[in-house]
C-alpha cells in the first residue's frame, strides 16, 4: 500500500484524529480488505451505520430549530434530500475524500453510479469516525460546514420533492394520469443485481432508468421522464 499522507485531509476538514486509525478505517471499502488482508484496521461499513444515524440526528436537529413553520411532512421531505446518495457523494468530493480512499482495483475503476454510493457511505463512515473520536459537537460543526449550505440549493432548485413524486404530481395535472412502472429488463446474480424500469402514461412508454434496485430505476425513469415531457 502506498503511503498516504492523512495529515492534508485532517488540514482540509479542521479535524485532526486522536486515533488515526480510525480515520484511516472510514476511508477503507471492504473490497480493499480482499486483496490487502494484512492491514490493521477493517473496512468502513460499521462506521457508516453510525455515521448515518448521528447525522440523521443532525440534520432533523438542525431543521426542527431552523425552521419552526415547517410541519413533519416538509421536514422529512428536506432532510431525505440532504441525506441522499447524491447530496452526500458532492460533500465527499467536496471534502475531497475520494483522494483517500482505499478500494480494490475493480471498484476503483467504476466511476459510475457504484463509486457515487460509495462516497456517500464514505461521508457517513468519515462521520462516524469524527463523533467516535472528536464527540458529537465535532460531528456536528462537520455537517454544519458542508451539508448544511446544500439547503439553499435544494430548495432553490426544488430538488426537495424526489422525481418520481413530481412526475406523478405533473401528470396528474396536465394529463390526468397516474404513472405506472414496469420491469424492462433485469441481469445480474442475485447479490449483484441491475434493473431497467419503464416510466409509462397509460400504454405509452415516456422514459426508462436503470440501477441497483427496482427503486433506483424507477426514480432515474421518472427523472428522464420529467426531462422528456419538458417538466
Not at 503511503?3 to 488540514?11: A, R
Not at 488515526?20 to 494484512?38: M, P, W
Not at 429488463?185 to 402514461?201: C, N
Request: hydrophobic letters at 35%; zero cysteines; glycine letters at 6%.
Amino acid at each position: 500500500m502506498a503511503d498516504i499522507n492523512y495529515s492534508q485531509l485532517e488540514n482540509s476538514i479542521g479535524i485532526t484524529f486522536k486515533d488515526i486509525n480510525l480515520l484511516k478505517q472510514a476511508l477503507t471499502h471492504r473490497s480493499y480488505l480482499n486483496e490487502n488482508k494484512d492491514i490493521s484496521w477493517g473496512h468502513n461499513e460499521r462506521l457508516e451505520f453510525l455515521g448515518d444515524a448521528v447525522l440523521e440526528l443532525i440534520i432533523t436537529d438542525y431543521l426542527f430549530k431552523t425552521y419552526p413553520d415547517y410541519d413533519e411532512g416538509k421536514m422529512t421531505t428536506l432532510r431525505a434530500a440532504l441525506v441522499r446518495a447524491d447530496t452526500l457523494s458532492d460533500i465527499a468530493i467536496d471534502m475531497q475524500l475520494g483522494d483517500y480512499l482505499l478500494l480494490s482495483r475493480g471498484e476503483a475503476k467504476d466511476l459510475g453510479r457504484a463509486r457515487q454510493y460509495i462516497l456517500a457511505n464514505t461521508t457517513e463512515s468519515v462521520l462516524g469516525a469524527i463523533y467516535l473520536d472528536q464527540g458529537y459537537e465535532s460531528a456536528e460543526k462537520t455537517v454544519h460546514k458542508y451539508l448544511v449550505p446544500k439547503i439553499e440549493i435544494i430548495m432553490r432548485e426544488g430538488l426537495a420533492v424526489d422525481p418520481k413524486s413530481k412526475f406523478q404530481t405533473l401528470a396528474q395535472e396536465h394529463f390526468g394520469i397516474t404513472p405506472s412502472y414496469r420491469t424492462m429488463k433485469e441481469s445480474g446474480p442475485d447479490h449483484d443485481k441491475h434493473f431497467t424500469v419503464g416510466v409509462y402514461l397509460k400504454d405509452e412508454l415516456i422514459a426508462s432508468g436503470e440501477g441497483d434496485s427496482k427503486q433506483i430505476a424507477e426514480q432515474n425513469a421518472a427523472k428522464s421522464a420529467l426531462i422528456e415531457k419538458g417538466f
